[in-house]
């Protein structure tokens, strides 16, 4: 079957010219919905579309935009529909998976993804390393000033009180005391 999906973003917007254009285009189906690109649950029609997608089927759009607003989506879903065995159609900008040439975009869609996956990746990891060189530690920010933090180590160092306890007087958890005190014997807190 071809399906055929017709979206316009705003209520005041009409999707007369979509569903003529998917008409002559001899879709049997259209999904046709006033409602953002941006969030794919939020779209009642489209999830409608996904549901009734068999392999072998199609689905047609007029324009690309009208299927998703980033381009992240848009590749999972060209992922989905090639998975799936369902041939993709974008009237206006000439793409059908059906053809050799449409593949052809279709792989370059996806390989031009998996590059911004791995800026993204490289731009993280460079920002990561550049806060640990100024000496950030990432995470929240620390709740504790350094004095406090100061008696927690004091009263664990003493030996005088149960861990139990040192966590219900500091009211902190296991775990945070136990970062304190690993973060003291590497040096990274002055214990005065």
């Keep these: 079957m071809k399906f055929g999906y017709a979206r316009v973003s705003t209520t005041d917007q009409s999707l007369d010219i979509q569903i003529e254009e998917l008409t002559k285009w001899g879709v049997d189906r259209i999904f046709a919905e006033k409602a953002s690109g941006r ?9 409608k579309m996904m549901e009734f997608l068999r392999e ?5 759009v007029t324009k690309l935009d009208r299927l998703g607003r980033n ?13 799936h065995n369902i041939t993709f159609v ?7 998976t059906s053809t050799t040439m449409g593949k052809f975009m ?12 791995e800026l993204i990746l490289e731009r993280t990891q460079a920002g990561r390393e550049a806060a640990r060189a100024r000496g950030r530690l990432g995470g929240r920010p620390q709740k504790k000033t350094k004095f406090q933090i100061q008696r927690i180590l004091e009263d664990y160092n ?3 009180l149960s861990i139990n306890e ?27």
């Design 71 to 83: 381009f992240k989506q848009l590749v999972e879903l060209m992922e989905y529909f090639n998975e």
């Design 90 to 96: 974008s009237i206006k900008d000439g793409i059908d």
């Design 106 to 117: 279709f792989h370059i869609l996806a390989a031009v993804a998996e590059m911004e996956r």
């Design 166 to 192: 040192i966590c219900e007087i500091h009211e902190i958890s296991r775990g945070t005391l136990y970062r304190y005190v690993r973060l003291a014997k590497e040096g990274k807190i002055k214990v005065e």
């Design 56 to 60: 072998g089927d199609t689905v047609v």
């Design 158 to 160: 003493n030996k005088d």
């Design 39 to 47: 969030d794919t649950k939020n779209r009642t029609e489209f999830n």
